[in-house]
């Protein structure tokens, strides 16, 4: 019998604790806490997108990689690369750009949208071109 009560005793003592802990509400993150919060599931994100080739990670940003032909859909970190990447090439004043970086979009779906229509589109990619350049070259 004694055993019995004791069993009893612990298992009716948890069961308030576990109530007790249930409806006690969540302490209000400080604003520093809701900003590492946000960083640690910005860089899960980053871990978990989808890697396109060695240079680009799926994302909302349509860009056109000059170098390859093609039209992709990439992050914010590989939007700002194609972004670094053509300042260096106009800097270093080639006429053919590697990278052109070219909107931003609500989301994957509507940057896939619009790759698929820039994709079935017949257009000269004039965006390739360093045009400060060529102008250098036609006045010299």
């Known amino acids: 019998m004694f055993w019995e009560l004791l069993?009893?005793?612990t298992f009716t003592v948890f069961a308030q604790v576990e109530t007790e802990v249930m409806a006690t509400p969540a302490p209000?993150?400080?604003?520093?806490?809701?900003?590492v919060e946000k960083?640690?599931?910005e860089f899960e994100k980053s871990m978990l997108e989808p890697i396109i080739s060695a240079d680009y990670k799926q994302g909302e940003f349509l860009i056109y990689d000059c170098s390859g032909h093609y039209f992709a859909c990439v992050n914010d970190v590989s939007f700002e690369n194609?972004?670094?990447s053509r300042e260096?090439?106009?800097?270093?004043?080639?006429?053919?750009?590697?990278?052109?970086?070219?909107?931003?979009f609500k989301n994957q779906k509507e940057c896939f949208k619009e790759q698929?229509?820039?994709i079935h589109q017949p257009k000269n990619k004039i965006f390739c071109v360093n045009f400060k350049n060529?102008?250098?070259e036609i006045n010299q």
Do not use: G, M, N
């Open 39 to 41: 960083e640690v599931e």
């Open 82 to 84: 194609c972004r670094q």
């Open 134 to 136: 060529k102008k250098k």
């Open 28 to 35: 209000t993150p400080t604003p520093v806490e809701k900003e």
């Open 116 to 118: 698929y229509e820039q």
């Open 7 to 9: 069993v009893f005793s």
């Open 88 to 104: 260096k090439d106009i800097e270093d004043k080639r006429s053919v750009l590697s990278c052109a970086p070219l909107k931003k």
